[in-house]
């Protein structure tokens, strides 16, 4: 037993201050980036009165979707030139980009400056993703890099819970700009980390320049993706993305929308009123963030436990069963109105997530050529950021179509003949509900009801849950096709 305390404790001691470093500013900046993409869906198309911008969905589709896509593509450019210039300048032009982007965000309402000024927060974070895992790949080796990137993985949710329970509890209370103010003074701190305890190593500086290793990167790349094996994968892969990021998207609006959430507050506060407070940001409601975030506390707490049971599994198998769990997770959060059944949905798709995410690396290496290992696991972004962009006729045209209060309500109002003001800064997206509400002489849970009963808004449950079945049979597939195959060629070799 001492023998098992002193292996581990000696592991932990081989870390370098650079790991520690890198490790704290990838909390800090998931928590900025969390902190406030857990409410963004929310701001943009909140009502003008309570601070949110009154975008459509469509509009918060496009925002959210296209510019996430891009963030998650430009690792390919920027990846070369943080090796090119350095990772502390790298960091540093990171950093000051997030946080002026940051701060400006909340200082923005147009739909074309909005998505302008998140696109500036985009390049930041492209700046920064790549050079956060290049500083733990650097300062860790074959004996400690388990447990390194297990550490550092654990950051990323530490910073994705505690950003979004700020959040909750900041615009609760103080309104809609202090989330980005906040944002923007988490990034600050990270740069007072990085200029006082970051120590960049020596660089090995590469004759080539930017443009020509920019090049090489994409040429390096388009080789990996000709791999038809890889290139299935990832597309198939895009069908988890873009069922995963429901969860960010969509359900924080459709939760606002069709979740009574301060029913589920009441049923909270009888078991526990702490945790009740805690999740409304001291409301009477609770925050829609405030459960999408459960997901990231099922992480941090069952994350070990489900990695053990996977570590039994075959690759292939634990990927299938996690994509079954979280389709019937995410079923289960847009099939009902029910806060109760919202909460069950979100942790059953975080076992699902936990099961899917962390094992996609290491299939990507089990189809990787001897040698080729790094190359192909640069693709790995690819089907992110073609999910991201899938996610954004979901999230904008689907949703606005088929499951947005408004458009639904408005439609109705029409159908009735009841005459009604159009929304407008001057009258409100509140005062439409109001006034609704008044002539349609129900209560606004009633119209909510009857809304919902009439037009069925959560049948974009079909949808979302498709994408995940087609995805399930896709993989059945490839397994039997492609992955069987090469894990009995092993076996014989």
Same mark, same amino acid.
């Given at each position: 037993?001492?023998?098992?305390?002193?292996?581990?404790?000696?592991?932990?001691?081989?870390?370098?201050?650079?790991?520690?470093?890198?490790?704290?500013?990838?909390?800090?900046?998931?928590?900025?980036?969390?902190?406030?993409?857990?409410?963004?869906?929310?701001?943009?198309?909140?009502?003008?009165?309570?601070?949110?911008?009154?975008?459509?969905?469509?509009?918060?589709?496009?925002?959210?979707?296209?510019?996430?896509?891009?963030?998650?593509?430009?690792?390919?450019?920027?990846?070369?030139?943080?090796?090119?210039?350095?990772?502390?300048?790298?960091?540093?032009?990171?950093?000051?980009?997030?946080?002026?982007?940051?701060?400006?965000?909340?200082?923005?309402?147009?739909?074309?400056?909005?998505?302008?000024?998140?696109?500036?927060?985009?390049?930041?974070?492209?700046?920064?993703?790549?050079?956060?895992?290049?500083?733990?790949?650097?300062?860790?080796?074959?004996?400690?890099?388990?447990? !390194?990137?297990?550490?550092?993985?654990?950051?990323?949710?530490?910073?994705?819970?505690?950003?979004?329970?700020?959040?909750?509890?900041?615009?609760?209370?103080?309104?809609?700009?202090?989330?980005?103010?906040?944002?923007?003074?988490?990034?600050?701190?990270?740069?007072?980390?990085?200029?006082?305890?970051?120590?960049?190593?020596?660089?090995?500086?590469?004759?080539?320049?930017?443009?020509?290793?920019?090049?090489?990167?994409?040429?390096?790349?388009?080789?990996?993706?000709?791999?038809?094996?890889?290139?299935?994968?990832?597309?198939?892969?895009?069908?988890?993305?873009?069922?995963?990021?429901?969860?960010?998207?969509?359900?924080?609006?459709?939760?606002?929308?069709?979740?009574?959430?301060?029913?589920?507050?009441?049923?909270?506060?009888?078991?526990?009123?702490?945790?009740?407070?805690?999740?409304?940001?001291?409301?009477?409601?609770?925050?829609?963030?405030?459960?999408?975030?459960?997901?990231? !506390?099922?992480?941090?707490?069952?994350?070990?436990?489900?990695?053990?049971?996977?570590?039994?599994?075959?690759?292939?198998?634990?990927?299938?069963?996690?994509?079954?769990?979280?389709?019937?997770?995410?079923?289960?959060?847009?099939?009902?109105?029910?806060?109760?059944?919202?909460?069950?949905?979100?942790?059953?798709?975080?076992?699902?997530?936990?099961?899917?995410?962390?094992?996609?690396?290491?299939?990507?290496?089990?189809?990787?050529?001897?040698?080729?290992?790094?190359?192909?696991?640069?693709?790995?972004?690819?089907?992110?950021?073609?999910?991201?962009?899938?996610?954004?006729?979901?999230?904008?045209?689907?949703?606005?179509?088929?499951?947005?209060?408004?458009?639904?309500?408005?439609?109705?109002?029409?159908?009735?003949?009841?005459?009604?003001?159009?929304?407008?800064?001057?009258?409100?997206?509140?005062?439409?509900?109001?006034?609704?509400?008044?002539?349609?002489?129900?209560?606004?849970?009633?119209?909510?009801?009857?809304?919902?009963?009439?037009?069925?808004?959560?049948?974009?449950?079909?949808?979302?849950?498709?994408?995940?079945?087609?995805?399930?049979?896709?993989?059945?597939?490839?397994?039997?096709?492609?992955?069987?195959?090469?894990?009995?060629?092993?076996?014989?070799?």
């Amino acid at each position: 037993m001492s023998t098992e305390k002193k292996s581990f404790f000696g592991v932990m001691k081989s870390y370098n201050k650079n790991f520690w470093v890198a490790s704290i500013m990838e909390l800090f900046e998931r928590w900025a980036w969390y902190g406030l993409f857990a409410v963004l869906a929310l701001y943009l198309t909140g009502s003008t009165d309570d601070g949110g911008l009154g975008f459509t969905h469509t509009e918060k589709g496009q925002i959210m979707g296209i510019v996430t896509a891009i963030l998650y593509l430009l690792p390919m450019i920027t990846g070369v030139i943080a090796d090119k210039i350095g990772y502390k300048l790298s960091l540093i032009i990171a950093y000051v980009l997030l946080i002026s982007g940051y701060y400006f965000m909340g200082e923005v309402s147009s739909y074309t400056s909005v998505f302008l000024v998140f696109l500036w927060v985009a390049v930041g974070a492209a700046m920064f993703k790549p050079v956060a895992s290049a500083i733990i790949t650097k300062n860790t080796d074959k004996s400690n890099s388990t447990l !390194g990137f297990g550490i550092f993985y654990m950051m990323v949710n530490i910073g994705g819970f505690i950003g979004p329970a700020f959040s909750s509890t900041l615009r609760t209370q103080y309104g809609w700009k202090i989330v980005f103010l906040q944002a923007a003074i988490v990034i600050a701190i990270n740069l007072l980390i990085l200029i006082f305890f970051y120590k960049e190593g020596e660089r090995v500086k590469k004759v080539e320049s930017i443009s020509e290793a920019i090049s090489s990167s994409l040429k390096n790349i388009w080789e990996a993706v000709k791999d038809s094996r890889l290139s299935v994968l990832l597309v198939i892969m895009v069908g988890f993305w873009t069922m995963f990021n429901q969860l960010f998207y969509t359900l924080p609006t459709f939760i606002e929308d069709w979740v009574n959430t301060k029913a589920l507050h009441d049923s909270i506060a009888q078991v526990s009123p702490w945790i009740a407070s805690a999740m409304s940001g001291g409301g009477d409601s609770v925050n829609p963030e405030m459960l999408i975030n459960l997901d990231a !506390g099922s992480i941090i707490l069952f994350q070990l436990i489900v990695s053990y049971f996977v570590l039994k599994i075959r690759h292939v198998s634990a990927m299938i069963t996690g994509f079954i769990i979280a389709s019937i997770g995410i079923g289960i959060t847009f099939y009902t109105g029910n806060g109760l059944y919202t909460i069950l949905g979100i942790m059953i798709f975080a076992i699902g997530e936990m099961m899917t995410n962390p094992t996609f690396s290491s299939f990507i290496a089990l189809i990787s050529p001897k040698g080729k290992e790094a190359l192909y696991m640069g693709t790995y972004f690819l089907p992110i950021f073609l999910g991201n962009f899938l996610t954004t006729f979901v999230s904008g045209n689907l949703y606005q179509a088929w499951s947005d209060k408004l458009s639904l309500l408005q439609t109705e109002m029409s159908n009735r003949g009841l005459q009604m003001p159009e929304v407008s800064k001057e009258f409100t997206k509140n005062d439409y509900f109001a006034l609704a509400s008044e002539k349609l002489e129900m209560t606004q849970t009633q119209m909510t009801q009857l809304i919902w009963d009439t037009y069925n808004p959560n049948k974009i449950w079909y949808v979302i849950v498709g994408i995940g079945i087609v995805t399930i049979l896709a993989l059945s597939i490839y397994d039997r096709v492609v992955i069987k195959p090469k894990e009995a060629a092993q076996k014989v070799a």
